[in-house]
Antibody, heavy 118, light 110 residues
Framework: EVQLVESGGGLVQPGGSLRLSCAAS????????MSWVRQAPGKGLEWVSVIYSGGSTYYADSVKGRFTISRHNSKNTLYLQMNSLRAEDTAVYYC????????????WGQGTLVTVSS | QSALTQPPSVSGSPGQSVTISCTGT?????????VSWYQQPPGTAPKLMIYEVSNRPSGVPDRFSGSKSGNTASLTISGLQAEDEADYYCSLYTSSSTLVFGGGTKLTVL
């Protein structure tokens, strides 16, 4: 059974850093296209970043230069390193996967809440 | 990054049909068949309901259907049920390898 479990969320001050993890089971992270999508409280979905099976990475303009997506193949885990956090980064962060390039993510985790506040 | 426009809300009674639109431009929706639709009940993760305009993943009821005309994609839910009440989002993979979501539509089953 495919499962994605996010962790690492919490309360952080503006300007701070946080690393989110997404542990996968039932499939291989390195063979899939893995994304992070976030949802601010009461708002819609916002795509954040994707890492391709070949290792290429892409980011939304709103996080470019501040966030870094990566994966640890032997741990079968996806990460999102978030630096220089702002209040507007407050959201539930979901990891999601798809086996096909340019295909919509079809498996999603339950999400982890990140709150940026002083 | 392009924006996809959805109506904020739609409603219908049980058994009726509702259609949710997703309007883009000739450079995105109009040019590619990469439109997808997600369902998100309150407090849950999104669930893929339609991909590549009109294809349903395994397990999605055939009450859900997708189509496209010009720069507008649509999700139609027929035989509306109470369990269909949720937020619905369209999405599109762009040519620059980014994923864009519509603003979301809240479906209320009366």
């Amino acid at each position: 059974e495919v499962q994605l479990v996010e962790s690492g969320g919490g309360l952080v001050q503006p300007g701070g850093s946080l690393r989110l993890s997404c542990a996968a089971s039932g499939f291989t992270v390195s063979s899939n296209y893995m994304s992070w999508v976030r949802q601010a409280p009461g708002k819609g979905l916002e795509w954040v970043s994707v890492i391709y099976s070949g290792g290429s990475t892409y980011y939304a303009d709103s996080v470019k230069g501040r966030f870094t997506i990566s994966r640890h193949n032997s741990k079968n885990t996806l990460y999102l390193q978030m630096n220089s956090l702002r209040a507007e980064d407050t959201a539930v962060y979901y990891c999601a996967s798809t086996p096909n390039k340019a295909a919509p993510p079809d498996y999603w985790g339950q999400g982890t809440l990140v709150t940026v506040s002083s | 990054q392009s924006a996809l426009t959805q109506p904020p809300s739609v409603s219908g009674s049980p058994g009726q049909s509702v259609t949710i639109s997703c309007t883009g431009t000739s450079s995105d929706v109009g040019s590619y068949n990469r439109v997808s639709w997600y369902q998100q009940p309150p407090g849950t993760a999104p669930k893929l309901m339609i991909y590549e305009v009109s294809n349903r993943p395994s397990g999605v009821p055939d009450r859900f259907s997708g189509s496209k005309s010009g720069n507008t994609a649509s999700l139609t839910i027929s035989g509306l049920q109470a369990e269909d009440e949720a937020d619905y989002y369209c999405s599109l993979y762009t040519s620059s390898s980014t994923l864009v979501f519509g603003g979301g539509t809240k479906l209320t089953v009366l």
